[in-house]
């Protein structure tokens, strides 16, 4: 299987290059058969890749240490379903399983179009397979190939990083990836656009589902990303701001620009270029992102990079990216003049702008910290960091505006707001924000940002409860309706609207959740067993940990074949105001095939805080430990609002009314395609 | 040596697959035929939706009449702009149901006449704005007489 995967990967290379170059030639001279040979090709390369993953995971199930890829990132004691996440664990893995879910979403653009917007689909096809073309060219030829062999073959592997071992490594790099992956199709819609000249909405209604589909995979991507920060000691927290953090962020933040801003090219007929700009900026920034994380060109504890040289290709594909981009974009720019004018300040429009612009302040301000330690080094030849004072600095100011516009967005007019419509609007929003203000101020709360957020927090929140009551009263009354099937009927007749402001719910749950941590409180206890520790929580109440016993695996040998890791596990029982809550088992790991140790953390969860605990030393012997023990509150908001984005993305991707889901179905049931907005 | 084989059959099939239109002329449909996208049709979509929208956004209490008015001629008429764009037409009509296949349009106009209807039929309190059931005499909110208000 494993060597049917090596061929495999030879032969997609040139049957990827082929397809870009039928497609292209075929939209160009409107050769159909050209055209169907690069679609298949779509479809073919993507069979090709899945045969390549299933070559790597055969070869990491098999414990084929005659790979260097296997070797690195494997050993005989590991757990099956690491060694199937193996195939993501590593720079050369991961460039697979990047390829591998570009040619499925490119697979299923192509079928899903295969009857329509045609006029498209070659450049789309074209487009697709020629950064698959890339993917491939770096796989074979940029020493990462994953078939490389060592030329003999070892007992056994070097492991798989510890800090890998997680069941989060199942589900957080593949989520993300289908996030980064999912928006090249987007921009192989916008780069057709572009080519044939045809500039009106019709990309941007093709794409609309794509968007946010690639969306919903990186916002639940980023939010697992931080679960498993927050579980995991070693990556520093739930956001640390680290260089792979930051490169998932950017290509969201400018995504979720690009959201906001087409409702005004789709409503008003403007800011066509600024669009254009963004789902090309986009892309090339998931493009980062990936190679980021995988080149090794700035240090990171998520890094997994293993040599330079694909640094520089990638930002050679890049930068031809955005040129050939540019260029276009530049040749068809009177064809993306806009059709209207700004008709106020005090408009929908305006905010949706400076929405826009708050988020590409944003993305500017991370790219900056994140590329810091190169820009030192290659100004001043040494490496300095910024760290996480400077993005805090910058970003929670520029997050807190986007919180208030947020806000503001949804209830003000489009084209202009009287000052009417303004105070009608915003009377009792802006009141709820101040009474949280007054009463925070009078619990004795100082945190500046803190105050802020819960104010704004409560801003934001009063309006998208009220737009939620007022809508569905409405309705309830017109249609003569209960109130819960006025509300399901409010939703589903615009889902894009409704699931947006789901979604505003969310963050604000989030954002809440985040200005917890300005109320953390944290102690540092050494004990032996019998012996308890006590720790206040800033909102009230108060914690005492009983440490009740040190357990350990012993090491042991079975044959030939080891524990994978050895655990030290301290048991603590956890009472709130003298009530028993639960038993904590924080741990410390030792994985001798690495010979690298890792920290579990212990957490109890309540709705309204977490109990945290750090086995810092543990003992054997005289079972003395010491743990850090934190009160964090709010933290399990910052779940709770990911799970109502995610809800919230969902409403708006799920089908509209009207549409059936499947091409047979559609077309039986109505000639034409109803876009989505439609029935909204 | 099935390695080899394995490998070899796997190319000619891939190329095989590849290359029969080349070969055969087999043509991937080039244009759209009765999945064609109109750009007139979406817009003036997009504009009744909008209608649909501000028809709440008054029923709600959101916008007073003054600038529901403004805002509802701007978009009327980019509505019946982009329905002549469609290949002209009745453009005067308001929400008699649509055109042929264009289902979603003629669904958002019906559901922009019901909600006037409603309001027009002084479903809406004059005075305090509450929405009413249909039929009140009296709002439900603050007692003043409703019936016969609007547009």
Same mark, same amino acid.
């Given at each position: 299987?494993?060597?049917?995967?090596?061929?495999?990967?030879?032969?997609?290379?040139?049957?990827?290059?082929?397809?870009?170059?039928?497609?292209?030639?075929?939209?160009?001279?409107?050769? /159909?058969?050209?055209?169907?040979?690069?679609?298949?090709?779509?479809?073919?390369?993507?069979?090709?890749?899945?045969?390549?993953?299933?070559?790597?995971?055969?070869?990491?199930?098999?414990? @084929?240490?005659?790979?260097?890829?296997?070797?690195?990132?494997?050993?005989?004691?590991?757990?099956?379903?690491?060694?199937?996440?193996?195939?993501?664990?590593?720079?050369?893995?991961?460039?697979?399983?990047?390829?591998?879910? &570009?040619?499925?979403?490119s697979?299923?653009a192509?079928?899903?179009?295969?009857?329509?917007?045609?006029?498209?689909?070659?450049y789309v096809s074209?487009t697709l397979?020629?950064i698959?073309?890339?993917?491939?060219?770096?796989?074979?030829?940029?020493?990462?190939?994953?078939?490389?062999?060592?030329?003999?073959?070892?007992?056994?592997?070097?492991?798989?990083?510890?800090?890998? $071992?997680?069941?989060?490594?199942?589900?957080?790099?593949?989520?993300?990836?289908?996030?980064?992956? #999912?928006?090249a199709v987007p921009f192989a819609f916008a780069v057709a656009?572009?080519?044939?000249?045809?500039?009106?909405?019709?990309?941007?209604?093709?794409?609309?589902?794509?968007?946010?589909?690639?969306?919903?995979?990186?916002?639940?991507?980023?939010?697992?990303?931080?679960?498993?920060?927050?579980?995991?000691?070693?990556?520093?927290?739930?956001?640390?701001?680290?260089?792979?953090?930051?490169?998932?962020?950017?290509?969201?933040?400018?995504?979720?620009?690009?959201?906001?801003?087409? $409702?005004? $090219?789709?409503?008003?007929?403007?800011?066509?270029?600024?669009?254009?700009?963004?789902?090309?900026?986009?892309?090339?920034?998931?493009?980062?992102?990936?190679?980021?994380?995988?080149?090794?060109?700035?240090?990171?504890?998520?890094?997994?990079?293993?040599?330079?040289?694909?640094?520089?290709?990638?930002?050679?594909?890049?930068?031809?990216?955005?040129?050939?981009?540019?260029?276009?974009?530049?040749?068809?720019?009177?064809? &993306?003049?806009?059709?209207?004018?700004?008709?106020?300040?005090?408009?929908?429009?305006?905010?949706?702008?400076?929405?826009?612009?708050?988020?590409?302040?944003?993305?500017?301000?991370?790219?900056?910290?994140?590329?810091?330690?190169?820009?030192?080094?290659?100004?001043?030849?040494?490496?300095?960091?910024?760290?996480?004072?400077?993005?805090?600095?910058?970003?929670?100011?520029?997050?807190?505006?986007?919180?208030?516009?947020?806000?503001?967005?949804?209830?003000?007019?489009?084209?202009?707001?009287?000052?009417?419509?303004?105070?009608?609007?915003?009377?009792?929003?802006?009141?709820?924000?101040?009474?949280?203000?007054?009463?925070?101020?009078?619990?004795?709360?100082?945190?500046?940002?803190?105050?802020?957020?819960?104010?704004?927090?409560?801003?934001?929140?009063?309006?998208?409860?009220?737009?939620?009551?007022?809508?569905?009263?409405?309705?309830?009354?017109?249609?003569?309706?209960?109130?819960?099937?006025?509300?399901?009927?409010?939703?589903?007749?615009? @889902?894009?609207?409704? /699931?947006?402001?789901?979604?505003?719910?969310?963050?604000?749950?989030?954002?809440?959740?985040?200005?917890?941590?300005?109320?953390?409180?944290?102690?540092?206890?050494?004990?032996?067993?019998?012996?308890?520790?006590?720790?206040?929580? #800033?909102?009230?109440?108060?914690?005492?940990?009983?440490?009740?016993?040190?357990?350990?695996?012993?090491?042991?040998?079975?044959?030939?074949?080891?524990?994978?890791?050895?655990?030290?596990? #301290?048991?603590?029982?956890?009472?709130?105001?003298?009530?028993?809550?639960?038993?904590?088992?924080?741990?410390?790991?030792?994985?001798?095939?690495?010979? $690298?140790?890792?920290?579990?953390?212990?957490?109890?969860?309540?709705?309204?805080?977490?109990?945290?605990?750090?086995?810092?030393?543990?003992?054997?012997?005289?079972?003395?430990?010491?743990?850090?023990?934190?009160?964090?509150?709010?933290?399990?908001?910052?779940?709770?609002? /990911?799970?109502?984005?995610?809800?919230?993305?969902?409403?708006?991707?799920?089908?509209?009314?009207?549409?059936?889901?499947?091409?047979?179905?559609?077309? @039986?049931?109505?000639?034409?395609?109803?876009?989505?907005?439609?029935?909204? | 040596?099935?390695?080899?084989?394995?490998?070899?059959?796997?190319?000619?099939?891939?190329?095989?697959?590849?290359?029969?239109?080349?070969?055969?002329?087999?043509?991937?449909?080039?244009?759209?035929?009765?999945?064609?996208?109109?750009?007139?049709?979406?817009?003036?979509?997009?504009?009744?939706?909008?209608?649909?929208?501000?028809?709440?956004?008054?029923?709600?209490?959101?916008?007073?009449?003054?600038?529901?008015?403004?805002?509802?001629?701007?978009?009327?008429?980019?509505?019946?702009?982009?329905?002549?764009?469609?290949?002209?037409?009745?453009?005067?009509?308001?929400?008699?149901?649509?055109?042929?296949?264009?289902?979603?349009?003629?669904?958002?106009?019906?559901?922009?006449?019901?909600?006037?209807?409603?309001?027009?039929?002084?479903?809406?309190?004059?005075?305090?704005?509450?929405?009413?059931?249909?039929?009140?005499?009296?709002?439900?909110?603050?007692?003043?007489?409703?019936?016969?208000?609007?547009?």
């Amino acid at each position: 299987m494993t060597v049917l995967g090596e061929i495999a990967l030879w032969i997609a290379l040139p049957v990827a290059l082929w397809g870009a170059a039928v497609s292209f030639a075929g939209g160009r001279t409107g050769r /159909g058969e050209l055209v169907l040979s690069g679609e298949r090709t779509v479809h073919v390369v993507t069979l090709l890749l899945a045969l390549v993953s299933a070559g790597i995971i055969a070869a990491f199930l098999g414990n @084929r240490y005659e790979y260097y890829y296997v070797v690195n990132y494997s050993n005989r004691e590991l757990d099956t379903y690491f060694k199937i996440a193996g195939l993501w664990a590593g720079q050369r893995g991961s460039l697979v399983f990047w390829t591998l879910l &570009l040619s499925v979403f490119s697979s299923i653009a192509a079928f899903v179009n295969r009857r329509r917007n045609r006029e498209f689909m070659p450049y789309v096809s074209g487009t697709l397979l020629g950064i698959l073309s890339f993917l491939l060219i770096v796989l074979l030829f940029a020493d990462v190939n994953p078939f490389e062999r060592l030329g003999f073959t070892r007992f056994n592997g070097l492991g798989l990083n510890p800090q890998l $071992q997680n069941y989060w490594m199942t589900i957080h790099p593949p989520t993300l990836y289908l996030g980064f992956t #999912a928006f090249a199709v987007p921009f192989a819609f916008a780069v057709a656009a572009l080519l044939t000249g045809r500039l009106d909405s019709r990309w941007i209604a093709v794409t609309r589902r794509w968007i946010l589909l690639s969306w919903f995979f990186l916002t639940i991507g980023i939010i697992f990303g931080m679960r498993w920060a927050y579980e995991e000691l070693g990556w520093g927290g739930y956001w640390f701001w680290d260089p792979v953090e930051n490169a998932s962020l950017l290509p969201w933040l400018t995504a979720t620009a690009f959201l906001h801003s087409i $409702q005004i $090219q789709e409503n008003r007929g403007m800011l066509k270029v600024w669009n254009m700009v963004l789902v090309v900026l986009t892309f090339l920034l998931t493009i980062f992102a990936t190679f980021l994380t995988r080149s090794g060109l700035i240090e990171s504890v998520h890094s997994f990079a293993e040599n330079l040289t694909i640094a520089y290709i990638f930002l050679g594909f890049m930068g031809g990216m955005a040129i050939f981009a540019a260029i276009l974009i530049i040749h068809r720019l009177p064809s &993306l003049r806009s059709e209207n004018q700004m008709q106020s300040f005090l408009s929908r429009e305006s905010a949706f702008l400076f929405n826009n612009l708050l988020f590409i302040g944003v993305t500017f301000a991370v790219m900056w910290g994140t590329l810091f330690p190169l820009i030192t080094e290659g100004f001043f030849g040494e490496t300095r960091n910024v760290g996480p004072p400077y993005f805090n600095r910058v970003n929670i100011p520029l997050g807190l505006m986007l919180l208030a516009l947020m806000g503001i967005g949804p209830v003000i007019a489009w084209r202009r707001a009287s000052k009417r419509n303004l105070r009608k609007n915003f009377t009792l929003p802006l009141a709820a924000g101040v009474a949280i203000l007054a009463v925070l101020l009078a619990t004795g709360i100082r945190h500046g940002m803190a105050l802020a957020t819960f104010s704004l927090a409560a801003f934001v929140m009063t309006i998208v409860v009220t737009e939620f009551w007022k809508g569905t009263k409405a309705r309830a009354r017109i249609a003569g309706e209960g109130i819960v099937s006025a509300f399901r009927g409010l939703v589903k007749r615009n @889902r894009r609207r409704w /699931g947006g402001y789901i979604v505003h719910a969310g963050v604000v749950v989030v954002f809440t959740g985040l200005a917890g941590a300005a109320f953390d409180r944290r102690v540092e206890q050494e004990m032996v067993p019998g012996e308890a520790m006590t720790v206040r929580s #800033a909102l009230g109440g108060e914690y005492r940990l009983v440490y009740e016993s040190l357990s350990h695996t012993r090491p042991r040998a079975a044959g030939d074949v080891q524990e994978n890791d050895w655990r030290w596990t #301290a048991l603590l029982t956890a009472y709130r105001d003298g009530e028993r809550i639960g038993v904590l088992r924080p741990e410390k790991r030792f994985y001798p095939v690495m010979e $690298q140790t890792s920290t579990e953390v212990g957490i109890s969860s309540s709705a309204l805080e977490d109990l945290y605990v750090i086995p810092k030393d543990l003992e054997t012997g005289t079972d003395r430990a010491t743990f850090e023990v934190k009160v964090l509150p709010l933290v399990p908001w910052i779940w709770y609002g /990911g799970m109502i984005v995610a809800i919230g993305a969902l409403v708006g991707l799920w089908p509209p009314r009207g549409v059936p889901v499947s091409s047979a179905a559609r077309e @039986r049931a109505v000639r034409r395609p109803v876009p989505a907005e439609a029935a909204g | 040596m099935s390695v080899v084989i394995g490998g070899v059959l796997l190319a000619a099939g891939v190329l095989l697959f590849v290359l029969e239109p080349v070969f055969s002329g087999k043509s991937a449909p080039m244009y759209d035929g009765d999945d064609v996208f109109d750009e007139g049709a979406a817009r003036r979509r997009v504009a009744l939706t909008a209608l649909r929208d501000l028809e709440y956004d008054r029923a709600t209490g959101k916008l007073d009449e003054d600038d529901y008015g403004e805002l509802r001629t701007e978009l009327s008429r980019e509505a019946l702009e982009h329905l002549g764009d469609e290949g002209g037409g009745d453009g005067g009509r308001g929400g008699d149901g649509g055109r042929g296949p264009d289902r979603a349009a003629t669904e958002l106009e019906e559901e922009i006449a019901e909600l006037r209807r409603a309001i027009r039929e002084g479903m809406q309190c004059g005075k305090c704005e509450h929405l009413n059931r249909l039929g009140a005499r009296y709002c439900a909110r603050c007692g003043e007489g409703v019936g016969g208000g609007g547009e």
